[in-house]
């Protein structure tokens, strides 16, 4: 994938990484690709969600899905990354695993031409399978972001 360790210095840089991973991704048999972004608030989840979006064609405008929990984009190229739907949820304000059930993860799981991008996979770990990708974030001083690639939770 990305390798253990990977540094960026703004949005663009962050724009490019995503872009790099993202293609380097392919559909799972068994369910939807769900990827766990962790990291303290500002460490660059969204930024590295807006990335991925612009990777898969996605023109909207990507903001966290903090109030509404999740977003969901149609992906205009199908062919090129086999994906169909870009899911974004932040689960910030959740407290466990269930209180995903009202807005259908369970369904959203099983489809595997959906690609999901989990904020705050700690909060709903409950609910989740053990092969997620894991993507860890973080900050280390003037706007300097640090990616960890598939780190252990």
């Keep these: 994938m990305l390798g253990m360790d990977r540094h960026t210095k703004n949005a663009d840089e962050m724009w ?6 993202v293609m380097g991704l392919s559909l799972k048999a068994d369910g939807a690709t769900v990827v766990g972004l962790s990291g303290e608030l500002g460490a660059g989840k969204t930024t590295f969600v807006q990335g991925v979006a612009r990777a898969l064609g996605i023109k909207a405008h990507i903001t966290s899905p903090t109030f509404v929990l999740m977003k969901k984009y149609q992906i205009p190229k199908v062919a090129e990354a086999g994906f169909r739907t870009l899911l974004h ?8 695993g269930a209180d995903m059930v009202p807005f259908g993860f369970d369904m959203i799981a099983r489809e595997p031409s959906n690609l999901v991008m989990l904020e705050w996979p700690e909060r709903v770990k409950d609910a989740l399978s053990n092969d997620i990708t894991s993507l860890a974030f973080s900050v280390e001083g003037e706007g300097r972001r640090v990616l960890l690639d598939n780190y252990n939770q």
Excluded at 16 to 21: D, I, K, P, S, T
Excluded at 89 to 96: P, T, V
């Design 16 to 21: 490019e990484l995503a872009r790099e991973w």
């Design 89 to 96: 949820i932040d689960a910030y304000r959740l407290d466990k």
